[in-house]
């Protein structure tokens, strides 16, 4: 891109360069929200844009409710600060809850199930207990609730949307939920036109340069809401126009240079929050990361590039990793990948790497 060099500026400005935040929380604030369905995927993407993250120091926040995991935006889960969850459900949920609506029509999830489930959830979590899925599933199906084919997924993300319930500690390895208000601080309601603005100027200081659609692909809002708060914004930016797409983005990125290689989680922002994600990969290249075409893979970035995809596993004290390169590596960029396994065994808290390549 000339002199715009977008991957490098993406790297900057998403705090993996280098990292500048020391608190779990800090880093979901900044991003605005980390797509995590893939729980210990999510973990591993904070701890990339942390000083000295462990996967411990991540838990405990999460198990303080410094982080929340929850549906917002587009339909699927992501860590929120508590301090945006209000705000941002009041922006995105209503049109989540029109896309379900179909799936909800299909599984007969009518209003009525929606109600009785929410009475009987709301009063078992009252007095600030936090239980389990399982749990919570046995109690509807006890109480005569369907909760099979996805019904029960579908009737807790809309309890979530309500602002009813939201993510509590673990259980083990069990993820719980706990009552919204138990968890999430009373905030300053934000009209649906601040609310926008205050989501761009987030997703542009963070994920920037991007564009309009890049936006609306993040947060599942209009392109009508992305234009009036671009136009509200557009002083507060610098812009660069590419083949007839306008990147928007903040002057003042980091000039730290990125890393030779990184280890990316499946679902991180580098790669998810941007809906044209062939700046990061050759187009013939992206069959090999992701069948389905969507590169929700962990990817082996190399200079900027996706070249590859990677799998984990944990042996007693050694972290395995498995490399599935597009190419041969050289031994400089394989020697780059060393040390991204070593941080990620670090943030682990593992003393050995075992790297592994399949041809």
């Known amino acids: 891109m000339m002199d715009f060099d977008l991957s490098n500026l993406r790297l900057q400005n998403q705090h993996l360069a280098k990292p500048a935040f020391s608190n779990p929380a800090d880093v979901v604030k900044y991003l605005g929200a980390v797509q ?60 989540i809850q029109a896309l379900a609506k ?86 300053k309601k934000l009209d649906h036109d601040e609310a926008v603005v205050n989501l761009m100027e987030r997703y542009f200081i963070s994920h920037g340069p991007a ?39 903040t002057g003042s990125h980091s000039s730290e240079k990125p890393a030779a290689a990184y280890l990316l989680p499946n679902y991180d922002e580098y790669i998810v929050s941007y809906k044209d994600r062939s700046f990061a990969i050759n187009a013939n290249d992206i069959s090999k990361a992701d069948p389905r075409g969507t590169i929700f893979n962990h990817t082996i970035i190399l200079n900027g590039k996706i070249e ?13 990793v498995e490399l599935t390169p597009f190419k041969k590596l050289s031994q400089l960029n394989l020697k780059a990948i060393e040390k991204a396994a070593k941080d990620y065994a670090e943030f682990l808290q593992l003393k050995d790497v075992l790297i592994k390549q399949v041809s």
């Not at 936090?130 to 749990?135: E, N, T, W």
Request: glycine share 8%.
């Open 36 to 95: 995590s369905q893939d729980y210990t995927g999510a973990k591993w993407a904070l701890g990339m844009r942390l000083i000295n993250g462990t996967d411990d120091g991540i838990e405990q926040a999460f198990a303080k409710g410094d982080i929340i995991r929850t549906h917002v935006m587009r339909p699927t889960w992501h860590f929120v600060h508590p301090d945006d969850l209000r705000w941002m459900l009041d922006l995105t949920a209503s049109r």
């Open 102 to 187: 179909g799936r909800h029509k299909q599984l007969e999830i009518d209003q009525a199930v929606l109600t009785k489930s929410e009475n009987i959830i709301s009063k078992a979590l009252k007095g600030g207990n936090q239980i389990a899925r399982d749990k919570l599933s046995a109690l509807l199906k006890h109480n005569g609730i369907n909760t099979d084919e996805q019904r029960f997924v579908h009737i807790l993300m809309h309890l979530e949307l309500e602002q009813s319930i939201c993510s509590g500690g673990r259980e083990g390895k069990q993820f719980t939920y706990a009552l919204f208000d138990d968890r999430i601080p009373q905030s």
């Open 211 to 249: 564009t309009l659609a890049d936006f609306v692909w993040w947060s599942g809002l209009t392109i009508t809401d992305a234009r009036a708060g671009i136009d509200t914004l557009k002083d507060k930016f610098e812009s660069y126009v590419f083949e007839n797409n306008t990147y928007w983005f």
């Open 308 to 320: 590859g995809i990677w799998k984990r596993a944990i042996k007693k004290d050694t972290l395995e």
